[in-house]
C-alpha cells in the first residue's frame, strides 16, 4: 500500500503548474506570458512552451470553484496513532491569479469592486498568490498610482513599465509584498539589463513629478479624463445605434462601435468580417484628421484612448470633430467617404 500512495503522490507532484487569468486579459508575448494572454491567436503557436493557465470570464466568481473543483489535485499522508490510516491533504495546483484591473487590449473593461473582492477571498482560502499586472494600467493613467487601488484590489504582486520610464527609458520592475518575497529570486533569476544605471536613475525621477504638489498629476488625469469622457459618452447619446459603450477610467478609455458586419456598405462590411473594423476607422482619423489612435488587439470594433496628461480642451474639440466624421459615415452606412489606402 505504501508504495501505492508514494507512486500516487509523486504522479500528482509531477502535474504541470496551472495559472488562473481573466478571458479578455493580456499579458505580453514572451514564451512564457504569452500563455496567460487570452487571445487564442497569440497563444496557439507557442503553446508547448509554458505553463498553461484557465482562463475566467469578467465577473463570474463562482466560476473559479467550478475550476478548482476540476483541477483539485490531493495528496495520501499515512498517519500512525495506533492504527494506520491514509488521509487527504489538499495538493496546491495554481501558481497564481494574474489579472489587469483595466483590460487594455481586452477592449478597456474595468473589473468590478465586487468581483476584486471575491478573487481576493477565493486567493486566500487557497493560499494562491494574485499578479496585479499595471504595466499599462499603472502610473497614475487612470487618476491613481495603481488603478487597482480604485476597486481595493490588493496583489501579492504587481508588475509595473511603460510610464516608468518617462518614455526616455525602457523600464520594468516587480513590486513583491514582504510576506511572498524570495531574495534568493533575483539571484537566481538574473538578467543582463536588470537594474541598469540608466533605468534606475529615470524611474525614481518619474515617481517624484507623479507624487509632487501632493498629487497633483494624479488630479489632473482624473480630471482631463473626465472631460474626455463627458465627450464620448455625448457622441455616444447623439450616435446610440453606431456608438455602443463608454468604458474605462481617468485617461485609459474605450470607444466601442455597434457590429457593422451587416452593413448595406460593402466596405463596412467587409472591414468588420475581416477584423479590421478599427483598423480602417483609425487609418481614416489619421490620414483625414491627423488624430492618431487604434483598436485594442483583443477587442478591435474597440478604439482606445489614452492621451497625454496635458490633453488641451482644444484637443479634445478636435476629436469630436473627427469622431463625429467617422458617426456620420456609420449612420449613412457610406463606407465609401472613409478616407483609404490608395488602391483600397
Avoid: W
Avoid at 169 to 193: D, P, Q
Avoid at 248 to 271: K, N, P, T
Amino acid at each position: 500500500m505504501a508504495a501505492g500512495i508514494l507512486r500516487r503522490n509523486e504522479e500528482q507532484r509531477s502535474r504541470p503548474p496551472r495559472f488562473l487569468a481573466l478571458e479578455g486579459g493580456f499579458h505580453g508575448k514572451l514564451a512564457g506570458s504569452v500563455q496567460l494572454t487570452h487571445n487564442e491567436g497569440h497563444r496557439a503557436p507557442f503553446r508547448a512552451l509554458a505553463a498553461q493557465a484557465r482562463f475566467v470570464p469578467r465577473d463570474r466568481p463562482e466560476v473559479l470553484k467550478e475550476i478548482l473543483a476540476e483541477e483539485r489535485a490531493v495528496l495520501f499522508d499515512v498517519v500512525d496513532g495506533g492504527s494506520v490510516e491514509v488521509v487527504e491533504r489538499d495538493f496546491p495546483v495554481f501558481c497564481a491569479l494574474l489579472l489587469e484591473p483595466i483590460q487594455d487590449e481586452g477592449g478597456i473593461h474595468v473589473v468590478s469592486r465586487e468581483f476584486a473582492e471575491e478573487i481576493r477571498r477565493f486567493c486566500d482560502e487557497i493560499d494562491c498568490p494574485v499578479i496585479i499586472d499595471e504595466i499599462q494600467s499603472g502610473m497614475g493613467r487612470t487618476g491613481a498610482l495603481l488603478a487597482g487601488s480604485h476597486i481595493g484590489l490588493r496583489g501579492d504582486y504587481y508588475t509595473l513599465a511603460k510610464t516608468l520610464g518617462g518614455g526616455i527609458a525602457k523600464a520594468s520592475v516587480m513590486l513583491v509584498r514582504r510576506a511572498r518575497c524570495r531574495r534568493e529570486f533575483e539571484i537566481v533569476h538574473s538578467s543582463t539589463f536588470a537594474k541598469d544605471s540608466f533605468s534606475c536613475h529615470i524611474a525614481p525621477k518619474v515617481l517624484e513629478l507623479l507624487e509632487a504638489d501632493g498629487g497633483r498629476a494624479y488630479r489632473q488625469a482624473e480630471e482631463r479624463g473626465e472631460a474626455l469622457r463627458a465627450m464620448l459618452e455625448s457622441l455616444r447619446a447623439e450616435f446610440p445605434d453606431v456608438l455602443a459603450e463608454v468604458r474605462g477610467r481617468g485617461l485609459m478609455l474605450g470607444l466601442e462601435f455597434r457590429d457593422q458586419s451587416d452593413s448595406s456598405s460593402r466596405v463596412l462590411r467587409d472591414a468588420a468580417r475581416g477584423g479590421m473594423f478599427g483598423y480602417v476607422v483609425a487609418g481614416h482619423l489619421l490620414r483625414r484628421h491627423r488624430i492618431r489612435t487604434f483598436p485594442t488587439a483583443s477587442a478591435v470594433d474597440t478604439l482606445r484612448f489614452e492621451p497625454s496628461l496635458h490633453l488641451t480642451d482644444e484637443e479634445i474639440g478636435r476629436l469630436e470633430t473627427a469622431l463625429r466624421d467617422v458617426c456620420g459615415i456609420l449612420r449613412d452606412q457610406d463606407g465609401d467617404r472613409l478616407d483609404l489606402p490608395a488602391g483600397d
